[in-house]
């Protein structure tokens, strides 16, 4: 097994050799699979997120995972969990071929941050790091597990500054192919992002699906209150069964396109810790999509670590939808997202017959402004659309669309731009000279500090110590750009 390095994360330097293997003509949708669509009536795709931030609140302020610090403070809030959230990080491990020695074809997606996978490595918590060495690379496994990409540190794309969307997109990649290798990373085709958190804004959706195109991403997971169909009207019920077009379209024109798996809405570690997913699928049929017959597809995402359904009831429910499954019949399955896109294919789909769809809220956008509106009279509408307090809003939509990421958090954001800012203003121009500056350790631990301090975490828990961290974070990064 190689050797990490525990003291910072491969977050940068192999930026065109990724883009190069990304970009290698492979099957359309590369899994491998023991299960076909045909004679299939429906299906579903589950996949567990797993995150832990990094904070800078080790001695000294060293940058620790936040695991550790769980493990280093078991009587503040609910750090007593620190182990059972580290057996959640790992038990896929067992769980799946458990399953698969009782004749079951279990399938999971997961997506974790490349702050866990760096804080794992950090912790020297071999236990983790090989079962998910596991599950990354063992043959066997490619049937069952897929691993879906991220943003690195967590971000939420429609506050993060449009330039780091990618620079977060591309670190994922880096500490991924680090920890699992070349082709271990050309299976990642599908895309999560934290917090489900999907831009309207049409500059920066537009920026994320050029980054995601850019990496090789083939398809993106969202969840469906967050997006709309071009006239504006909510999805259809059955529209969530199937895939979608995701249509992005910049201020300047520009339009662009990724296929979209929904996730059904609902109470996310309830649906999955109890597998509602599987019951949801029972009882659905094939659809008609253009000329091709297909089955219907229950995608479904929730936290694989917390709250006690996912610690607790997760791991009998997961064995108890998989025997069903096995015990009645072949036509519905458990599968993975790109198992059943790759497949596609084969029942006769033309892609152009996806339905197409947008983020939510564009369609008044656009009305509004106009087809031929350029960036000023974008920017106008917004806030004309803003002011009216009718429910407009361009800050995104996410699973946890009862808080906002912008409001109120004007001493992260700010410093948030404004290290942005200062970093590309830093290194731009020279990376378009000298691109393989991205090795050095300069460019590294700056790059480190700029993503770090875009995590979700230092809003999500709110004023106090959370936005302290960011703090810290924020001066040392500037520290480190000024020197």
Known sequence: MAVHSAHHPVICGREQELRVLMQQSTPNWPSSTDQTLTGLKSAFACALHMHQPTVPAGPGGALISHLQYMFDHPGEGDNHNAEPFAQCYRRMADLIPELIREGCRPRIMLDYSGNLL????????????????????????KQHVEWLGTF???????STPIPDLSLQIRAWQHQFVDLFGDSA??????????EMHLPNHPDTLFALVEGLLEAGYRWL???EHSVEQLDGSPLESQQCFIPNKLVARSSSG?????????????????LVGQMQPCEEALGLGRQLLGNADIPSLVSQIADGENGG??????????????????????DTAALNGSEYLEQLDALGLNWSDLPQIQAVHQHRLWQRAGDAADGERIAETIAELSAANDGFSMEGASWTNNLSWVEGYDNVLGPMQSLSARFHQQFDQQLSEQPSLTASPTYRDALMHLLLLETSCFRYWGQGQWTQYATDIYDKGMQLLNQ
């Open 309 to 330: 359904v996912m610690m607790n009831e997760f791991p009998e429910a997961f064995r108890q939808a998989n025997r069903r499954i096995r015990d009645r019949g072949p």
């Open 152 to 158: 690195w540190s967590h971000a939420v794309a429609p």
């Open 221 to 223: 997971l969202v969840q």
């Open 118 to 141: 760096w804080g794992v490595t950090q912790m020297q918590r071999q236990d983790i790091t090989e079962a998910l060495q596991f599950l990354a690379c063992d043959d066997e496994m």
């Open 185 to 194: 990373l050309q299976r990642v085709r599908g895309f999560s992002l934290p």
């Open 254 to 270: 520009e339009q662009i396109s990724i296929t979209a798996l929904i996730k059904t809405q609902g109470s996310d570690t309830k």
